[in-house]
């Protein structure tokens, strides 16, 4: 905002009233495209407002925000919008040379249509419905109606492969697609773009001017990654390039993991400015029910039960620690509560990270203390001793956690060796999760009779390595940690059982890993099995009750039962205490410590 030096006192003024405004000099004020949206009214005290000039392209950005704005507060008030006929739809998606190998479902059609009688909107449909599918089609749509000619689709890596596939498989002209990656801009000729969240803020300037150059659709895939809204790096990336949009749609099956704030943020990239001011309105009672019922018109959502999947059976193993492991970890927690209490401001951004490490810590250690001593590299698989030496007496504890693999071994570790084995024997793959790459490591080596395929950041060859454990019939178990695999990709056609060695606070990305596995395309009467390995007595015990809290939260937030049933593990004793486990791994010629 700039102003004659005359003004320069009623700009100070103004300024005031927006969160974000900056001061670059006495008569020049700049701020958030989203604060100006979300605070326009401010502007009508302006005492000069004959002299107000406007520039051109962000004068269509409010007044198109303006009406998009009120076509929500429209929806909300009268949610029964006219919906294009399923028979309809696929007449014009026929015409636009859609050749998708299987037909749209009716809860597809039912979703696409709802999508194309609003403005913007958001698809919630439970991980596994088909998302991908559905947002091409309602693009598709869209460009026959002369809406829009081109997509920009912001997601995780994980999920590039769908949509690659999806653009091949549905469309007998498939659009020009560009990966976007670092080392390169923005093609003006592309009719799809896709780029990762970590990309969208380095191409922020070039996809603006893309976006702006003809009508586009914007879709953001798992859209929570942008939760944080305008206090984080993709989530102000995201809310400046939206309104240049002509269609925004945002994708995910975990709007809200931590709360209603994760719901404000993304519907504010939806409808800018309003967005926000719109669920704040809606759960003022605190009512979460009640505000996701006032909120459903402005989002769909396929449920799990409307997939027609089998349930999934959902079981908690509890483990209790080894003897040498219990008292090891007794005074890890001792001295990270000490060092937990030395953190003056946990608020404050060191003191959230000093804590955040002592969490990671804790979670290690309930594994296996081991973890958390330094390896020759940094990570280095733990050599677990078969059979264990006896403890000696004169060693310190610290001497003790170095070489723990020598005397005990963890567990879970244990726990899930004998679920591998019992799968492999069946004839079943397995899918093992851990957060840690250290955990992961370990576990290829004691695994190695199995043939494992693992996945985690580091990981050069992913494709060959996902490939291989859904094709080779002696691959029969895959490890990753769910921040890595557990969005964007299918795994249900080979894998139906798998195993959390530890899990972190994250519901989202609980939620959205527990799909890999459970979703549409399953076979009739396929069992679907996720097992829990939780340490007695531990961090695991207060993970278990914030999940279960998070989980209960999402199910009032999207009104559906079916997450919080996730929330109700049911206990089950372990496998591995009705085996000699020594012997087995004797038997698998695991390799002894050093």
């Known amino acids: 905002m700039r102003v004659p030096p005359e003004r320069a006192e009623d700009l100070r003024q103004l300024a005031g009233r927006f969160l974000t405004a900056r001061h670059q000099g006495p008569s020049l004020v700049e701020l958030e495209l989203e604060d100006l949206l979300a605070n326009l009214r401010e502007l009508a005290d302006w005492p000069a407002p004959q002299d107000v000039t406007w520039q051109p392209e962000l004068r269509v950005l409010v ?17 029964e919008s006219p919906a294009l006929p399923a028979d309809e739809i696929t007449e014009l998606l026929a015409a636009s040379g ?84 670092s080392g390169r801009l923005p093609d003006p000729a592309a009719q799809l773009i896709v780029v990762n969240y970590e990309g969208l803020a380095k191409h922020q300037v070039a996809l603006a001017k893309w976006l702006a150059m003809k009508p586009s659709m914007f879709i953001l895939d798992e859209a929570h990654r942008m939760k944080r809204g305008a206090n984080g790096v993709h989530g102000a990336a995201c809310l400046a390039l939206g309104p240049r949009s002509r269609r925004r749609l945002i994708l995910t099956g975990t709007p ?52 027609g999947l089998p349930e999934v059976n959902v079981k908690i193993r509890r483990l209790k620690l080894p003897d040498l492991h219990r008292e090891i970890y007794g005074a890890l927690t001792g001295e990270m509560s000490a060092r937990a ?25 309930a594994t296996s203390p081991a973890l958390l001593a330094v390896g020759d590299t940094k990570y280095e698989a733990l050599r677990f001793r078969v059979p ?7 060693a310190t504890l610290y001497q003790l956690l170095e070489d723990l693999p020598s005397y005990e071994l963890s567990p879970k570790y244990q726990e899930t060796l004998a679920i591998v084995d019992a799968n492999a024997r069946a004839g079943r793959k397995t899918l093992v999760w851990s957060t840690f790459i250290r955990n992961l490591t370990t576990l290829e080596v004691m695994l190695a009779p199995y043939l494992p395929a693992t996945v ?78 939780a340490a007695d007595k531990t961090i695991d015990d207060r993970v278990e009750q914030r999940l279960d809290t998070k989980l209960q939260i999402m199910e009032a937030v999207l009104d559906d039962p079916a997450v919080g049933q996730l929330a109700d593990l049911e206990e089950e004793p372990p496998a591995a205490a009705q085996a000699d486990m020594s012997a087995l791994l004797e038997h698998l010629n695991v390799r002894p410590a050093r």
């Open 456 to 533: 985690h950041g580091g990981t050069q060859d992913r494709e060959d390595q996902l490939k291989r454990f859904r094709e080779d019939p002696d691959c029969h178990v895959l490890l990753s940690n769910p921040a890595t695999l557990g969005e964007g990709i299918s795994l249900h056609q080979v894998c139906n059982d798998a195993v959390y060695v530890d899990r972190d606070f994250a519901a989202g990305r609980y939620l959205q890993s527990l799909d890999r596995i459970h979703r549409l395309g399953l076979k009739p009467g396929t069992v679907t099995n996720i097992t829990v390995l």
């Open 388 to 394: 264990p030496l006896d403890v000696p007496r004169d």
């Open 98 to 181: 859609w050749s998708a190998p299987d037909p749209l479902t009716a809860f597809q059609l039912r979703d696409i249509a709802k999508l194309l009688s609003m403005s913007h909107g958001a698809n919630f449909s439970v991980p596994g419905a088909g998302k991908t599918r559905v947002s091409l089609a309602t693009f598709q749509v869209l460009r026959v109606q002369g809406q829009v000619e081109r997509l920009m689709v912001v997601a995780p890596k994980a999920a590039f492969e769908s949509w690659l596939f999806e653009n091949q498989a549905c469309l007998e002209t498939p659009l020009y697609v560009q990966v976007l990656d």
């Open 256 to 307: 809200a993991p931590n709360g209603v704030k994760d719901l404000e943020n993304l519907l504010g990239f939806v409808w800018p400015g309003e967005g926000r001011r719109i669920v704040t309105r809606a759960v003022g009672n605190g009512d979460l029910r009640h505000a996701s019922r006032v909120l459903r018109p402005l989002f769909t959502r396929t449920t799990k039960g409307e997939l």
């Open 63 to 79: 007044e198109g925000n303006h009406r998009d704005t009120a076509a929500a507060g429209k929806r909300l008030e009268a949610p």
């Open 341 to 365: 209490a030395r953190v003056a401001h946990p608020e404050s951004q060191e003191g959230l990270e000093a804590l955040g490490k002592i969490l990671m810590y804790l979670l290690m250690a």
